[in-house]
């Protein structure tokens, strides 16, 4: 069974660094790409940016490059989202996806539970 | 920069049907996919390549597209119908993918 279990909720303060985790599980987890997606509160889906674990090659939003660093293990089988100095504004759920289909057909069958991050002094 | 547009809220009453539309004028080739989301939960892909239903999806979820205009369809709404959808698809120039506004259906 295909799982994306991702790290716990975070209470951090504004200039503080963070890194969350995605870990993939019952799959080859290299050779699928994994993306995130940010959930402000009572807002819609963001994409983030995705990676291809097998050799770490890494494309972001426009709106997100510069503010977030993507990265896996593929040894670990693990897929990180951090950032370097927290912002109120980072406070909202965050969740990875794996991306599935080929070609023209790309989708996101499977969701980690999301990990929610709060940025509060 | 790429957007697909969607209506804020829709509500259609309990055995209805309704369709829900994600317009984009940079969709292209790419193809479209539709996630459902209820309070508290990760969304869930109810369709995927324009049309296609994944596995334990009901069949009263039908998805279509015209030019650059997706809509995903419920035929006979049911009360666990209700959430928040987004489609989702790339850009045909910079091939970043993208949500839409997301539609909040209510069935009623």
């Known amino acids: 069974e295909v799982q994306l279990v991702q790290s716990g909720a975070e209470l951090k303060k504004p200039g503080e660094s963070l890194r969350i985790s995605c870990q993939g599980s019952?799959?080859?987890?290299?050779?699928?790409?994994i993306g995130w997606v940010r959930q402000m509160p009572g807002k819609g889906l963001e994409w983030m940016g995705i990676?291809?674990?097998?050799?770490?090659?890494?494309r972001y939003s426009p709106s997100f490059q510069g503010q977030v660093t993507i990265s896996a293990d593929k040894t670990s089988s693990i897929a990180y989202l951090q950032w370097s100095s927290l912002k109120a504004s980072d406070s909202a759920m965050y969740y990875c996806?794996?991306?599935?289909?080929?070609?023209?057909?790309?989708?996101?069958?499977?969701w980690g539970q999301g990990t929610l991050v709060t940025v509060s002094s | 920069s790429s957007e697909l547009t969607q209506d804020p809220a829709v509500s259609v009453a309990l055995g209805q049907t309704i369709r829900i539309t994600c317009q984009g004028d940079?969709?292209?080739?790419?193809?479209v996919s539709w996630y459902h989301q209820k309070p508290g939960q990760a969304p869930v892909l109810v369709m995927f390549?324009?049309?296609n239903r994944p596995s334990g999806i009901p069949d009263r979820f039908s998805g279509s597209r015209s030019g650059n205009t997706a809509s995903l369809t419920i035929t006979g709404a049911q009360a666990e119908d209700e959430a928040d959808y987004y489609c989702?698809?790339?850009?045909?120039?910079?091939?970043?993918?993208?949500f839409g506004t997301g539609t909040k259906v209510t069935v009623l």
């Open positions: 996806v794996r991306r599935d289909g080929s070609g023209w057909d790309f989708y996101f069958a499977y």
């Open positions: 019952g799959y080859t987890f290299r050779n699928y790409w």
């Open positions: 990676i291809y674990p097998d050799d770490s090659y890494t």
């Open positions: 940079n969709l292209g080739g790419y193809s």
């Open positions: 390549g324009d049309k």
């Open positions: 989702n698809s790339q850009d045909s120039s910079s091939g970043q993918y993208v």
